[in-house]
């Protein structure tokens, strides 16, 4: 009777030492790969697989503009981080010795340094290059061209149209702010005049820390 009971002690610690180690197995696990899983799924949300998609550098860009008055917008502690990063795309953008891998290096740290959430309201608005045309528009560096009825423009000079269709296409586009066919250029181009603006917006975001 003694050796049944000390036999049955025996095999009831043996079952308890078993479920004990395969809860630790089970709770370290999940908890080990959870922070890998999530920091994947964030960089994942940001795709240029859809129609008209924009490059991810102008997602990002258009994106953070277009968080300003959410409940996304970006913190001051954030604008100071991706300062010196948006300033060193807007850097590298103009330089003929830039590697491709460098803008990928600094478009991750800006990923990086935006929250979960606010990658996800961007990835969310699904900008397009439809959507940067417009806001060119609406800052000024860009016009919706309007000919009159049968005037096709071949040339953003209007250089193919006969001369009295010309002119009025060239009043059109002074009417609407940006002369054309003056054989000078403006010096600052769209992407620039983009990455200006997010470069001003997070100067004064920084400043309000």
């Known amino acids: 009777m003694k050796k049944w009971l000390w036999l049955s002690m025996v095999l009831i610690a043996a079952a308890?030492?078993?479920?004990?180690?395969?809860?630790?197995?089970?709770?370290?696990?999940?908890?080990a790969v959870a922070p890998a899983v999530a920091e994947a799924g964030a960089?994942?949300?940001?795709t240029e697989d859809y129609a008209d998609a924009a490059s991810?550098?102008?997602?990002?860009?258009?994106?953070?503009?277009?968080?300003?008055?959410?409940?996304h917008a970006l913190?001051?502690?954030q604008a100071g981080a991706l300062?010196?990063?948006?300033q060193t795309i807007k850097a590298l953008s103009t330089s003929s010795t830039s590697a491709p891998e460098e803008m990928d290096a600094l478009q991750n740290q800006?990923?990086?340094?935006?929250?979960?959430?606010q990658i996800e309201a961007i990835a969310a608005m699904q900008?397009?290059?439809?959507?940067?045309?417009?806001?060119?528009?609406?800052?000024?560096?860009?016009?919706?061209?309007?000919?009159?009825p049968g005037v096709t423009p071949q040339s953003g000079a209007f250089k193919d149209l006969p001369p009295e269709q010309r002119e009025a296409a060239r009043a059109t586009a002074e009417a609407l702010g940006t002369p054309v066919g003056s054989g000078r250029s403006s010096g600052t181009s769209k992407g620039d005049a983009l990455l200006?603006?997010?470069?001003?917006?997070?100067?004064?975001?920084?400043?309000?820390?």
């Open 83 to 86: 300062l010196p990063l948006w």
């Open 43 to 46: 960089v994942a949300t940001l």
């Open 16 to 31: 308890l030492l078993a479920a004990c180690g395969g809860d630790e197995v089970a709770t370290d696990g999940p908890a």
């Open 75 to 77: 913190t001051s502690g």
């Open 56 to 71: 991810l550098r102008n997602q990002l860009a258009l994106g953070t503009l277009r968080l300003e008055g959410t409940a």
């Open 127 to 148: 900008l397009t290059n439809a959507d940067l045309q417009a806001y060119y528009v609406e800052i000024g560096v860009s016009v919706v061209k309007t000919p009159e």
């Open 110 to 117: 800006i990923v990086g340094s935006l929250a979960e959430d």
């Open 196 to 209: 200006d603006k997010v470069i001003e917006l997070l100067m004064e975001r920084a400043g309000e820390a």
